[in-house]
């Protein structure tokens, strides 16, 4: 879902849509200005890559996302030799070319990636906004247009994974949590197109499996899944048949679980 809308210099620019939960989007934007890195943290599905998006058009900046791996190193980000006919060369990775151009970089699951990476991240998140670049001898000066943005879930990552304390106090943070029920319904519609009131039960379904978070299941589901059933639904696929394909089997493979699962299902649609 796109949206039309002005930059911060007057220009007309194509948006993706993002229904704001508070003030996360003035938020942002002085952290832009103000050249300070933000750090996400949400469970997944809950619109921080949306937003990123959302915010790199409005500020009318370039975005350059990575989705994080645990086999992600720190050349996959900087860059590395390659040999061409004409023998080797440079190639910047897209952190490198983010601070070059003075786009937006965002990191997406930061905490997979190998360990190496988020000590190339330290020299560009504090005060001296700087990137060594090792293997050419480059020490790049990160514009002030430059963001580092990083995210992670912090409900499944665990102790050892989680982000070192010299690494975090770097950023400033946002909590992303699911939207409340009436945001929630506003995106599906917004999204998919189904009508209001599928949307209302869609969304009473998820608050219901959210609660028993901790039980059976690891994490409840996020806006996507709830926006994949509305989707089938739309085309025609009966809802409990949608809810079991985009959210119940989604969510587990435990026969019994889904069909506890399933059953929440039937007490809505
Ligand atoms: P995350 O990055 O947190 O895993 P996404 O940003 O990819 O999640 O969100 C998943 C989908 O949910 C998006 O593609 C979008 O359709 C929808 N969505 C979630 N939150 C919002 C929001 N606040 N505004 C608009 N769309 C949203």
Known sequence: MTNTAKDLRGTTFTTPTYHAGGQEVALFEQAWRNQLPVLIKGPTGCGKTRFVRHMAARLGRELYTVSCHDDLSASDLIGRHLIGNGGTYWMDGPLTRAVREGSICYLDEVVEARKDTTVVLHALSDD???????????????????????SYNPGYQNVFKGLKPSTRQRFVALRFDPPEAEREEAIICAETGIAADSAKRLVTLANALRSVVGQDLEEGPGTRLLISAARLMVSGVAPKMACRAAIAESLSDEIEVTTGLMEVVSAVF
Request: hydrophobic share 50%; charged share 25%; aromatic share 4%.
């Open 128 to 150: 001296r906004r700087i990137l060594p670049i090792d293997r050419t001898g480059e020490i790049l000066q990160a514009p002030p247009e430059f963001m580092l943005v990083i």
